[in-house]
């Protein structure tokens, strides 16, 4: 059974950080590309950042370029996103992601494993 934990969640003034963590069980770690998405009320979810199997590539939506790094330890079988300067637009839950292949693509639909979330809320 592959179960993927999120921890790492909280509430945090505009312009603070905070590191979201994401563990995986099962033991199809290191064969998956990893992501982050986010949801926000009233929105659909999002992708946020990517990294591949490899770890060799790392990808990440506009809006967070310079602000988030995703990294990974596979000795861990955890994935990370370090959140940096945030902003209340940041606000949202956070889901991760995997998928069996070396690439981490944008699209919810290609991912075959997700969390269950953790939340992120951003004060002004």
């Known amino acids: 059974q592959v179960q993927l934990v999120e921890s790492g969640g909280g509430l945090v003034q505009a312009g603070g950080s905070l590191r979201l963590a994401c563990t995986a069980s099962?033991?199809?770690?290191?064969?998956?590309?990893m992501a982050w998405f986010r949801q926000s009320p009233g929105k659909e979810r999002e992708f946020v950042a990517g990294?591949?199997?490899?770890?060799?590539?790392?990808y990440y939506t506009d809006s967070v370029k310079g602000r988030f790094t995703i990294s990974r330890d596979n000795a861990k079988n955890t994935v990370f996103l370090q959140m940096n300067n945030l902003k209340p637009e940041d606000t949202a839950v956070y889901y991760c992601?995997?998928?069996?292949?070396?690439?981490?693509?944008?699209?919810?639909?290609?991912?075959?494993?997700w969390g269950q979330g953790t939340q992120v809320t951003v004060s002004s």
């Open positions: 992601a995997a998928r069996p292949f070396e690439s981490a693509p944008m699209t919810q639909a290609f991912y075959n494993y």
């Open positions: 099962g033991g199809i770690f290191r064969s998956c590309a």
């Open positions: 990294i591949s199997r490899s770890g060799g590539g790392t």
